[in-house]
């Protein structure tokens, strides 16, 4: 199914727009030193810039008519998946940020031929707090840099599945353990929680309140050679730089 409409031309774009604003009381010129639409109501100056599809060139170009216009809108054809998926909702935070309007045009469709998604407004650029606080604990509860920037389709390491990766180092290494000995082996606060909620099958309850490590899991942290080594040499410090490729110990 295609992204958009199939509008031809970016000039197809240009009438919906243009008769939309002239029906709201501005005085519409195409062409402007550059702009691809610039209309005037008052004192007030606006620029719209049009695409056949969301590109950076589009950012651009309205980043540059930001110079001189009071306020600057973006005009795509509506998306035919409309604007709530991924993607889209990424677009609309990011063209707030840039405190850009975005217009979407439907030439000869059904519904209005143009709508106002939102204004360019100031954007509050405030952090979140709680988002910043997440990315920290993240980092910090990895022990080192296991993953490629930009990786898509591939399963990454996370604070979680290394803290699992260490649990489960620790009871290949010395058989069933309870969480207070694990937690005593460093394996941390949320040592229970990952025994009790087991996300990879990795371990299985022997007794009450003790745990050990299910055959899945064995072969599972053969996938992770270095982590492996690394919590090994944690547990058995004698081993120093010794047997790098797990073996089980048992």
């Known amino acids: 199914m295609p992204r958009h409409s199939p509008i031809q031309s970016e000039r197809e774009l240009y009438a919906p727009v243009r008769d939309y604003l002239v029906a709201r009381g501005y005085v519409v010129r195409g062409e402007v030193k550059g ?5 005037t109501r008052g004192e007030d100056l606006l620029a719209v810039e049009f695409k056949r599809e ?3 060139a589009l950012l651009i170009q309205a980043a540059q008519r930001q110079r001189a216009a009071d306020s600057v809108y973006v005009a795509v054809p509506r998306p035919m998946e409309g604007i709530r998926t ?5 677009i609309c935070h990011l063209l707030r940020r840039l405190e850009m309007g975005l217009l979407l ?5 059904p519904g209005p031929a143009v709508e ?3 204004h360019p407004l100031p954007y509050d650029r405030k952090r979140l707090k709680k988002a910043k606080r997440a990315i920290l604990d993240e980092m910090s509860g990895r022990s ?3 993953n490629e920037g930009g990786s898509v389709r591939r399963r990454l390491m996370t604070a979680y599945r290394e803290n699992a990766i260490h649990i489960a180092c620790c009871l290949a290494e010395c058989g069933p353990l309870s969480p207070r000995q694990l937690r005593a082996m460093g394996t941390g606060p949320k040592t229970l929680s990952i025994l009790a909620g087991n996300f990879y099958g990795w371990f299985d309850r022997v007794d009450r309140g003790v745990y050990r490590l299910t055959a899945i899991g064995e072969k599972d942290l053969m996938a992770y050679p270095e982590l492996v080594d690394h919590y090994r040499r944690r547990i058995h410090p004698e081993f120093g730089n010794r047997n790098p490729v797990y073996t089980n110990s048992r």
């Open 105 to 109: 045009v439907n030439p000869g469709g």
């Open 54 to 56: 969301f590109n950076t």
């Open 144 to 146: 080192g840099d296991f």
């Open 116 to 118: 106002i998604v939102f």
């Open 86 to 90: 991924k993607r889209w909702r990424g």
């Open 35 to 39: 702009c691809d639409l610039t209309a």
